[in-house]
């Protein structure tokens, strides 16, 4: 799957990085269990250099609030950190990694007991992590239909269910194959397809009826 709204697919550009997270992780259990607590912590921090830009990113998806992302992101490397000895080294520890960002901020949404916030303040540190300047700039025009097309993607997928709204956003955004959504989200590889299909067929709908608002992102999503 291509990544959506100005994403790079995590999945594809940077699987030797998330290798090596798992290789780091494994490295990190050992000082753990060697009792090597400080040598372990500061370990960790090359885990968070490598997957910080992309759980910032997932955290963004969802909470679209840049105080809120930081505070999900900290939380998200935290309970990573202190759950790291249940980590079973044969898995990615990317996806592992992912399901508890996922988690974490589906917890938050429904802490908050209401829909987020469909304007996002401005933040310097955020807005540098999710949108990533080309070598050769887009005009001034080109950047604000961009970010237009961006926010309406994100407003539409925000409507959809809890399940079909994570598969969107970790398949169409974040370029995962089903078979890697389905380890994060611990369900069916065909369950993923299917509730990836009624996603689409419902933003499509969606994009139909209000093409004035969501013109031109009709076929930005893809089976």
């Given at each position: 799957m291509n990544a959506m709204v100005g994403t790079v697919s995590s999945s594809t550009q940077d699987a030797s990085k998330f290798d090596n997270g798992s290789r780091i992780a494994s490295e990190i259990k050992q000082l753990l269990n060697s009792g090597k607590h400080q040598e372990a912590r500061s370990r960790f921090e090359d885990i968070i250099a490598i997957h910080q830009n992309r759980i910032t990113r997932i955290a963004y998806y969802y909470l679209r609030d840049p105080a809120e992302v930081d505070e999900a992101v900290q939380d998200v490397f935290f309970k990573a950190f202190i759950h790291l000895p249940t980590f079973q080294d044969e898995l990615y520890f990317s996806l592992w990694l992912s399901r508890i960002a996922v988690n974490g901020c589906l917890d938050r949404l429904k802490a908050q007991g209401r829909r987020r916030r469909w304007v996002v303040p401005s933040n310097d540190h955020i807005d540098e992590l999710i949108h990533r300047e080309p070598a050769r700039g887009p005009s001034a025009e080109q950047a604000l239909l961009?970010?237009?097309?961006?926010?309406?993607?994100?407003?539409?997928?925000?409507?959809?269910?809890?399940?079909?709204?994570?598969?969107?956003?970790?398949?169409?955004?974040?370029?995962?194959?089903?078979?890697?959504?389905?380890?994060?989200?611990?369900?069916?590889?065909?369950?993923?397809?299917?509730?990836?299909?009624?996603?689409?067929?419902?933003?499509?709908?969606?994009?139909?009826?209000?093409?004035?608002?969501?013109?031109?992102n009709a076929s930005a999503f893809r089976v």
């Open positions: 961009a970010n237009e097309r961006r926010d309406e993607l994100l407003a539409a997928v925000e409507q959809l269910p809890k399940r079909q709204r994570s598969i969107v956003i970790l398949n169409q955004f974040e370029g995962y194959s089903a078979k890697e959504v389905s380890k994060m989200l611990d369900v069916t590889e065909s369950t993923v397809r299917v509730h990836l299909f009624r996603a689409i067929r419902s933003l499509r709908k969606l994009f139909q009826n209000d093409q004035s608002s969501f013109k031109g």
